[in-house]
């Protein structure tokens, strides 16, 4: 199968916050934009936006998305932090720190309760070098 495009689609109870957060915070730009419906680019990474009540969605499944952890992987998380936490107006669920896995990171609250890990890849301890898988396809099924 040849995927052409995936990426996330937040269900929310306030669209337009949503959207307001991710392009005010990460500098994502509208694509497509209706009262229930955002689409958002920032260079090749796509993020929808959708009214969690809208017909579209099925009904059983209408309610914001929760419990999902949003990773974005940055030049420079220190930087970040200091523009998003130290100097601006976020607050860090998980403060900046460095991981033995292999993660500089710090952890927002988006609206609706989704959570943003924000990262640097930094330098794996020892103990996780077995851990490290390189990928041997391209993923064709």
């Given amino acids: 199968m040849q995927i052409t495009s995936a990426y996330p689609v937040l269900l929310s109870s ?3 916050a949503t959207a307001d ?18 689409s958002l680019r920032n260079q090749q ?7 969690a009540d809208h017909e579209t969605v ?7 998305t929760g419990a999902l952890l949003i990773n974005l992987e940055v ?9 998003l936490v130290l100097d601006g107006p976020l607050e860090a ?7 033995a896995f292999g993660q500089r990171h710090f952890i927002l609250a988006a609206p609706g309760g989704v959570l943003v890990d924000v990262i640097t890849p930094i330098e794996t301890d020892p103990t996780y070098a077995s851990a490290l898988v390189t990928p041997t396809s391209g993923g064709n099924a």
């Avoid at 990474?45 to 009214?51: H, Q, R, S, T």
């Avoid at 030049?75 to 523009?83: G, K, P």
């Fill in 45 to 51: 990474w796509e993020l929808g936006i959708v009214a």
């Fill in 21 to 38: 957060f991710w392009r005010t915070h990460f500098g994502f730009e509208t694509t497509f934009e209706v009262d229930w419906y955002v």
């Fill in 14 to 16: 306030d669209v337009t």
């Fill in 75 to 83: 030049d420079d998380v220190d930087e970040q932090y200091r523009r």
């Fill in 93 to 99: 669920l998980l403060p900046l720190r460095s991981e």
């Fill in 58 to 64: 099925p009904a059983t499944h209408r309610r914001p």
